[in-house]
């Protein structure tokens, strides 16, 4: 890897840090954590890990889908957002790649 990829890598990481803290602050409010867990430039993907309270919150999907949403239209190099909670390392919610419609998606209550 080129310091050229690894200094893009590092300022995408430092805006999905942002992104979160300034859409997401109640995550981290409500007892809540989120963690980038892989970020690959090349395909475009992220993998965020959402922890503390959120493992079990019962809104916990709709701040996944609310996530995905936000963040593939906010940040472009990113396509797809893997979002995942609970214990495991099973995706919470299906990949959204920002192809569906945006009127029939769930949306979150902030």
Known sequence: ?????QATEEDVRERIRLFM????????????????????????????SLGGACSGCGISPMTVQALKHRLVA????????????GMDSTPS??????????????????
């Not at 890897?1 to 990829?5: I, P, R, V």
């Not at 859409?23 to 992220?46: K, R």
């Not at 299906?94 to 902030?110: I, L, T, V, W, Y």
């Open 1 to 5: 890897m080129s310091t050229e990829t």
């Open 74 to 85: 906010e940040i472009p190099e990113i396509n797809a957002v893997h979002a995942y909670t």
């Open 21 to 48: 803290m300034r859409n997401f602050p109640q995550i981290q409010m409500h007892g809540g954590s989120a963690a980038i867990q892989d970020l690959d430039l090349e395909n475009g993907e992220v993998s965020i």
């Open 93 to 110: 919610m299906p990949s959204f790649s920002g192809s569906e419609d945006d009127e029939n998606r769930p949306q979150a209550p902030f």
